[in-house]
């Protein structure tokens, strides 16, 4: 069983920062690309940030500079740190992952279940 578990999120005032992190645990062989997407009331999910196995990032064009997403490889973690925060920023943010499982063969696309960011202005 592989669970992904975000932590970090909560209430902050537009200007201010937070951190999420994003823990992959279970029958894991591996991991490779990793990212962050958000979903704002009405709206659908989208692409906050993706980052691959050696480190390679890609930021939406509404993050970039203000966000960073990195990975931990021997922790099996993956973090986003969110700078000089606006409103827009609101929404419930899901880390996701492609994790291979210590069976032979198998793998998939796995997602946590939601932390919540709301910057007030």
């Known amino acids: 069983q592989v669970q992904l578990v975000e932590s970090g999120g909560g209430l902050v005032q537009a200007g201010g920062s937070l951190r999420l992190s994003c823990a992959a645990s279970?029958?894991?062989?591996?991991?490779?690309?990793m990212g962050w997407y958000r979903q704002a009331p009405g709206k659908q999910r989208e692409l906050v940030a993706t980052?691959?196995?050696?480190?390679?990032?890609n930021y939406a064009d509404s993050v970039k500079g203000r966000f960073t997403i990195s990975r931990d490889n021997a922790k099996n973690t993956m973090y986003l740190q969110m700078n000089n925060l606006i409103p827009k920023d609101t929404a419930v943010y899901y880390c996701?992952?492609?994790?291979?499982?210590?069976?032979?063969?198998?793998?998939?696309?796995?997602w946590g279940q939601g932390t919540q960011v709301t910057v007030s202005s």
């Open positions: 996701n992952a492609f994790i291979y499982g210590v069976v032979a063969g198998s793998g998939g696309d796995y």
């Open positions: 279970g029958s894991i062989f591996d991991i490779g690309a």
């Open positions: 980052i691959t196995k050696i480190g390679s990032a």
